[in-house]
């Protein structure tokens, strides 16, 4: 991150977080610009998913900042904690849909109940969500009647029709059986072609060198090294060399 002001859309400085006494994130400072797709890679337990769930709130930094749009969010305070929750949305690895109501009311039950939106513009904009992703002719299906792309699809919506000015996607590929991938990256393709800000969490390293404008590599809790997709090719870090060595197949 560049040294004085910085006027990026979302910067992070020196967050640190712990859970008990284990720091898992520590001296974190990136930032990310509007309209950028920032990818986050590294190995299992390096901290990619804890700064996503820092970012919301659901484990409280207590160190560095966090700016939004130039407002900093404060963690410890319970209505900038809203105000943070408001302006991102996460979708996890797992659908978490609703099993008892449709895909439109999955999709609209949050901006409705939570939000106090008017029920008639969130239908119009859970309609306009699912059709782009290729749900439109499932709007009355249930979640066990989809397959595990479909109820993925309608959890990228559940998290659109929040209107968030960030997206946070943490491995949401990861438990689809293979076949069903391609259909949650293509949605993804979507988002970014119409200037969504993301931030994703994933494994899938021909996806990243695809969609991301920068690729962020994170290792025991830290950023070692970042750079547009090609850094891949051309590690300058010994850490990165060695996990493309291990991952990356050509």
Known sequence: MSKGVDVSYLSIDRLSARYGSLDVLSDISLSVE???????????????????????????????????????????????LRRARDRFAIVFQQYNLFQNMTVLRNVCIAPTLVKKRDKKDVEATALALLEKIGLGHKLHAYPDELSGGQQQ?????????????????????????????????????????????????????????????????????????????????????????????KIIRH
């Open 34 to 80: 509007k309209g950028e797709v920032v990818a986050l890679i590294g190995p299992s337990g390096s901290g990619k998913s804890t700064l996503l769930r820092a970012f919301v709130g659901l484990l409280k930094p207590y160190g560095g900042t966090v700016r939004l749009a130039g407002n900093t969010l404060d963690y410890a305070d319970a209505a900038s």
């Open 153 to 245: 699809r309608v959890a990228l919506a559940r998290a659109l029709a929040l209107k968030p000015d960030v997206l946070l996607l943490d491995e949401v590929t990861s438990a689809l059986d293979p076949e069903l991938v391609n259909e949650v990256l293509d949605a993804i393709r979507t988002l970014a072609a119409d200037g969504m800000t993301m931030v994703i969490v994933s494994h899938e390293m021909g996806f990243v060198r695809e969609v991301s404008s920068r690729v962020v590599f994170m290792d025991r809790g830290r950023v070692v090294e970042e750079g547009p997709p090609s850094m891949l090719d051309a590690p300058r870090t010994e850490r990165l060399r060695d996990f493309t060595a």
